[in-house]
């Protein structure tokens, strides 16, 4: 009965389509889903639903954000700035990035100060003028595709700062090289080879927490919705957790309660002078014995939570090349779910999601709330379209593109129609 039943209904819906096609029109094609599907079913409609395209909320003392869909696209560095501004690369590639049906965009590490730049190239946001041209580029990028929540990535590089471009080696630059000092917890280099970095003094970890404190008023400014505080990938927040990189004597290194107290009092300030979302991404592995653990990262995480921490974003690696990371498809999927079972936070998760079935199945187990995609957006900007065809979800979209769609894929803008004479 149910195979006559979906039979019928298949011929019904081509027969619709034949006639969209004639008039020029968009039929919405229904979707036909596997009984095998493991998608959750809605007790009050009685239909199976995908957990990637149900919406979201994060909390904030300003009030709840709602994200369409739980895909995020991650930050990645363009290393396109000049002297910190953005530029029309970053124009196109926010503009493209916001058209790809994602439910969040997080624009790429940006610096509370010059020096805490990863490269010459990277974006700032540090004083009047570049909190103008970030603010200009973004505010056009987002009058060219629907309607999409941006968050902004706030970060100091530490003793990884002053490097050259991926392209150009990614190593480290002399000052006749247009590099500069670095900075970090304690005296010592990235690589064995390298020049020392400077070890901050008290005085200047104030300073640093008054840089990004006014990095995230401005970025309230630029008008984004959300903040992420950069502890992960072996830059300077993730070197004051680290014991690898952290070996002060001092209140602020040594002990595991030692090492988390700057990123408690960075982030109280910035919590007390931004009421949008503000979460952290954090590695929650060094990959290298002694070094920062998982168990520690959801503990880390679980005293944010009374801070007012609004979602974690969970990564791994970064702080040693000594590091040996295990890697493969969801390898950081185990760590998010710690995090996200201990403290209690809205979690996202990060490396290796490159199939819309295996987000879906990382949601469906509990193991994260978010899946963040980075160089898959690159490769596939319409990723999230994909996936929608492929979970029967539908995307925000610009009106512009509403003719564009295959016919496997006619639904996944939702119920729109175009005409033509």
Request: one cysteine or more.
């Amino acid at each position: 009965m149910l195979n006559n039943f979906l039979l019928v209904l298949g011929l019904i819906n081509l027969y619709c389509e034949g006639i969209a096609q004639v008039y020029g029109l968009v039929y919405p094609t229904l979707s036909i889903l596997s009984l095998s599907s493991p998608l959750r079913t809605s007790e009050s409609k009685g239909i199976e639903m995908s957990l990637l395209f149900s919406s979201f909320a994060l909390n904030s003392p300003k009030g709840q954000l709602t994200l369409p869909n739980r895909i995020v696209v991650a930050p990645m560095c363009q290393y396109s700035a000049v002297n910190g501004e953005a530029q029309d690369w970053h124009l196109m590639h926010w503009g493209n990035l916001l058209n790809s049906g994602a439910g969040l965009f997080i624009i790429e590490a940006t610096g509370v100060t010059p020096e805490g730049r990863i490269t010459p190239a990277c974006l700032g946001l540090w004083d009047d003028r570049t909190e103008a041209a970030l603010k200009d580029k973004l505010s056009r990028a987002r009058q060219l595709a629907p309607k999409t929540p941006v968050f902004i990535q706030l970060a100091h590089a530490g003793r990884k700062a002053s490097s050259a471009t991926p392209w150009d080696g990614g190593q480290l630059l002399s000052k006749e090289q247009g590099g500069w000092e670095t900075l970090a917890p304690s005296a010592i280099p990235q690589l064995k080879d390298e020049r020392l970095p400077h070890e901050l003094s008290k005085v200047e970890l104030a300073e640093l927490i008054s840089a990004f404190v006014v990095a995230a008023q401005r970025a309230e400014r630029v008008g984004v919705d959300g903040i992420e505080l950069h502890g992960a990938h072996g830059y300077l927040l993730h070197q004051f957790l680290s014991p690898i990189a952290n070996q002060r004597s001092d209140e602020y290194g040594g002990s595991y309660e030692n090492r988390i107290r700057f990123l408690l009092e960075l982030f109280t300030a910035v919590r007390q002078a931004y009421q949008g979302v503000l979460g952290i991404r954090i590695s929650a592995s060094d990959w290298i014995e002694g070094g920062w653990t998982p168990q520690e990262t959801a503990d880390f995480a679980a005293r944010l939570k009374p801070l007012g921490c609004d979602f974690v974003h969970i990564s791994s690696g970064g702080i040693s090349p000594l590091q040996k990371i295990a890697i493969g498809p969801n390898y950081q999927v185990p760590f998010a779910k710690i995090v996200k079972d201990q403290s209690g936070l809205p979690t996202m998760t990060v490396g290796l999601i490159t199939e819309p079935q295996q987000a879906e199945d990382i949601l469906q187990h509990g193991d994260a709330d978010l899946i963040a995609l980075a160089r898959a957006f690159l490769y596939k900007p319409r990723w999230a379209w994909e996936a929608a065809a492929a979970l029967g979800g539908t995307v925000p979209s610009n009106e512009r593109y509403w003719r564009c769609l295959p016919r496997e894929a006619q639904a996944i803008f939702g119920d729109v129609k175009v005409g033509q004479r």
